[in-house]
């Protein structure tokens, strides 16, 4: 005797083999689990004096993942006494999310945690 629906008014209960039972609802949980949607996040690294040419260099990752349907995870990271320079991480930062608002759009303002600033852009719908 298996117990399908205890929340049900009265319980509703079937007289089948409990491994079949088992064995069917694992199967169904793979197939809801198959279809899910797995989010992909790709990750792109610049220093607060991150030059032109770098910075270009990483833009066209940026927007090859975007255009695979990534989100994107860009953030500045300071070592040392580079932390001075929070303005120009922030400005890089921007700078990228203006660059990339037709391909993309920001979920997450740049916001500092520990000695990284984060910014998050997701891509925009086909």
């Known amino acids: ?20 039972f088992i064995y069917e609802q694992k199967k169904r949980e793979k197939v809801i689990k ?8 790709k990750e792109i690294r610049f220093g607060p004096q991150t030059d032109d040419h770098d910075y ?5 990752h940026a927007e090859k993942f975007l255009k695979e349907g990534a989100k994107l995870k860009a953030y500045v990271f300071f070592k ?4 001075i320079y929070k303005d120009q991480g922030e400005i ?3 700078r990228l999310a203006q ?6 759009k920001v979920e997450q ?11 998050f852009i997701a891509p925009k719908k086909k």
């Open 109 to 119: 303002m740049p916001q500092m945690e520990g000695k990284r600033m984060n910014m």
């Open 34 to 41: 198959a279809n899910a949607s797995k989010v992909i996040i």
């Open 80 to 83: 040392g006494r580079s932390i």
């Open 56 to 60: 270009e260099f990483k833009r066209k």
């Open 92 to 94: 890089l930062l921007l």
């Open 99 to 104: 660059d990339l608002e037709e391909l993309g």
């Open 1 to 20: 005797m298996v117990e399908i629906s205890p929340n049900a008014d009265p319980p509703v209960a079937k007289i089948l083999d409990y491994k079949k």
